[in-house]
């Protein structure tokens, strides 16, 4: 006699011993970006202090990579350049937070130039560093049209001495741009988002971070939460600020005091008057490139509210 076959388990399959092996687990986590900037270190440095940095399949990269990414769908979340944003954003929501933004002096995006700014020829050789897209265009922008010149422009890779090699001027931005910030050689240096300021008397917001909306649409509550365990990470990093900027100060050529005072510069989240410094920096920018303006009342935001 062939003994019964066992009726199904309503828990899953049973191996020989007779234990649950349990239903496959399908889900898989956000994948997030990560720009391998300083500047993003205390919007993450909180998500390592509370663990929910587990809960995210979190890609590093450049910033011009990581855009292109989230809107190819290589990546569901994450910090998209102000550029890219414009130009993709029916495929895009805003989060509210975080952001990368200044209201003054960001000290890390710079116009580098081997003369003063006011001898710049009229018509000088200007090297774009390649991982830029805003601080790239927010350069050209008061070269053209508040400084009077008409540079011929070349993207080069993002170290100074490259840049700076045939050329007049250069655009730098992240680490490079602060390193010569603090270390000029010789160099003078322009702080773009202080220029802006200047000129527009607005904060200048360099990279937003933004959902697609496709999956904005499957997986509502978790981007809520992606969005929400960002919050909570600049709440803390700002609280122990101290502990960010020594466990950046082990391995970044920066000084403690150096890190401290461009943490405090960086903004990382957007107020009316941000909002109103990025439909400005919009509205010029559909002179340039390919970009739609936005309406009075956007963008268009995740609401973390549902
Ligand atoms: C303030 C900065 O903002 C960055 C500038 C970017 C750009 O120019 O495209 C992109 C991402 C931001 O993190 C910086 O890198 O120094």
Not at 69 to 93: Q, S
Not at 140 to 164: F, H, I, K, N, W
Not at 264 to 272: A, H, I, V
Not at 293 to 298: T, V
Request: net charge negative; glycine share 8%; aromatic share 8%.
């Amino acid at each position: 006699m062939t003994p019964a076959t066992p009726p199904p388990s309503r828990d899953g399959p049973k191996t020989q011993r007779g234990d649950t092996v349990g239903t496959v687990n399908h889900a898989r986590r956000p994948r997030v970006g990560h720009i391998a900037f300083l500047n993003c270190m205390p919007i993450y440095w909180g998500l390592a202090r509370t663990g929910a940095l587990l809960e995210f399949d979190l890609r590093r990269g450049a910033p011009d990579e990581l855009s292109r990414l989230l809107v190819e769908g290589g990546l569901d979340i994450g910090p998209i350049t102000l550029v890219e944003y414009l130009r993709h954003r029916d495929d895009l929501l805003l989060i509210p937070d975080p952001a990368v933004a200044a209201d003054g002096p960001v000290l890390s995006v710079n116009l580098v130039s081997k003369t003063p700014l006011a001898d710049l020829p009229a018509e000088p050789r200007v090297s774009l560093a390649s991982f830029s897209r805003t601080g790239v265009l927010l350069g050209r922008m008061l070269l053209e049209e508040r400084y009077g010149r008409r540079p011929a422009y070349q993207v080069t890779p993002p170290d100074p001495e490259t840049a700076l090699a045939g050329a007049d001027a250069a655009v730098l931005i992240g680490d490079e741009a602060l390193r010569v910030h603090h270390d000029p050689r010789g160099r003078h240096v322009l702080d773009l988002a202080a220029a802006w300021k200047d000129w527009t008397g607005l904060p200048m917001v360099f990279a937003v971070w933004a959902v697609r909306r496709d999956y904005a649409e499957a997986h509502p509550g978790l981007v809520k939460d992606v969005h929400l365990a960002f919050r909570e990470s600049v709440r803390l990093s700002r609280e122990e600020i101290g502990a960010v900027v020594a466990s950046a100060a082990r391995w970044e050529p920066f000084a403690p005091a150096a890190l401290a005072e461009y943490f405090d510069r960086l903004q990382f989240g957007l107020s009316e008057r941000h909002l109103a410094g990025l439909r400005e920096f919009a509205s010029r920018a559909v002179r340039y490139t390919e970009v739609k303006d936005l309406s009075p009342e956007g963008p268009e935001f995740f609401d973390s509210e549902v």
